[in-house]
Structures are given as C-alpha cells and as structure tokens.
T-cell receptor, first 113, second 108 residues
C-alpha cells in the first residue's frame, strides 16, 4: 500500500507563472489536507478537502490559490501568478476519516525566482 | 492568536539525558491531540494520538501524556537518532492545527 505521493518533489517557477502541486492520497483515504511550511516554522493549515468537496479553506489566501480533489485523480493545489513569497514546502496529508491520524507525503519544495 | 504553543523552541541534550517537551493549547472542545516527528526535508511521521486527559502512550524512548490544557512528550535516555523536530497538533473540529515544533538535537 503506497503512501501519500506528492509530485513534483521540487518545482521552480518564475514570478507570474502558475504552479500546480499534485497529491495522491493513500488508497482508501478520502480526506486530504494541504499545509505550507517555511524554514524554521511549523506547518500552516491551508485547506481540507473530501472527494469533490472543499470542507475548510480558511487557511488559504483568497486570491491566486485554489484546491480541488476530484472524484477521479489526485488532489491539486494551484497557485496562479506566483510571487517570491510563495516559496515554501507544501505538504499534503490524507486520512480515511475525519479526526483520524494524518499520513503525510514528502512534500513539494516550491522555489519562485 | 496562537492556539498551540510548543516549548522550548529548541533543545540540545547529551545522549542519555532525559527531558520533556511541552505543548500548550487553547482549543476548547478538544477531540484529540497528535504528536509527530519531522526530519529535515521530509514529511511529518506519526507518533501518537491522545484523546482524553490522563491518557498516556509510549513508544520506545518516548512517552506522551495529556492534561486538559497541555501535553508533554517525555524522552528518556535519548540517542542521536532521536534528533528531529517534534510537532504537536490538538484538534477540535476537522481542521488540524500544528504547533511550530521543538527542534531536538541529541549530542553523542
């Protein structure tokens, strides 16, 4: 049973470009969380999704950021018109049910030039 | 407003020197609390879940305890391989909030 898969592992974008981060949850998991982490900082909650639904997006900036978790395929975190301040590690986690422990992926390191 | 505060921010111990890490939270309707370990460049790895005050969980040199307002992660006779950042995450609803963590460094 493969763990949570995130790709790409590293992503380099120039200012103004779009970044798409992908997350395939563990088999049987229908709950996905996205977190952002800056160096020496903790994990900052961004968004919580279940299949085809956004449950809580209170941690996600209102502009330029969006997330989806379609019926088929991975969850996508999309950042439009990236700026240097978007540079960070983005982690995805999944769980089989609400309130259960999260299984994390290895993260995507986004660097904006 | 910080809901989760972990202390100390960083801790250096000699191998074999026991200590405790603290996680204080202001979550009112606590449903549970997670402890995770994170190594540099990797995703967090699950350690424990605690559900109610008075509960304790143990794994090798680690023991986690929970009160109504805080949780402790006790590390007994640590080894260099225990060096990592330890994160706690209390939760009351579907949103799981993590503290900033304690960076633990065990010197051989």
């Amino acid at each position: 049973n493969a763990g949570v898969m995130q790709n790409p592992r590293h992503l380099v974008r120039r200012r103004g470009q779009e970044a798409r981060l992908r997350c395939s949850p563990m088999k049987g998991h229908s709950h996905v969380y996205w977190y952002r982490q800056l160096p020496e900082e903790g994990l900052k909650f961004m968004v919580y999704l279940q299949k085809e639904n956004i449950i809580d997006e209170s941690g996600m900036p209102k502009e330029r950021f969006s997330a989806e978790f379609p019926k088929e395929g991975p969850s996508i975190l999309r950042i439009q018109q990236v700026v240097r301040g978007d540079s960070a590690a983005y982690f995805c986690a999944s769980s089989p049910r609400s309130g259960e422990k999260l299984f994390f992926g290895s993260g995507t390191q986004l660097s904006v030039l | 407003e910080d809901q989760v505060t972990q202390s100390p921010e960083a801790l250096r111990l000699q191998e074999g020197e026991s200590s405790s890490l603290n996680c204080s939270y202001t979550v009112s309707g606590l449903r549970g609390l997670f402890w995770y370990r994170q190594d540099p460049g990797k995703g967090p790895e699950f350690l424990f879940t605690l559900y109610s005050a008075g509960e304790e969980k143990e794994k090798e040199r680690l023991k986690a305890t929970l009160t109504k307002k805080e949780s402790f992660l006790h590390i007994t006779a640590p080894k260099p391989e225990d060096s990592a950042t330890y994160l706690c995450a209390p939760y009351e609803d579907d949103k799981i909030i993590f503290g900033k963590g304690t960076r633990l460094h065990i010197l051989p």
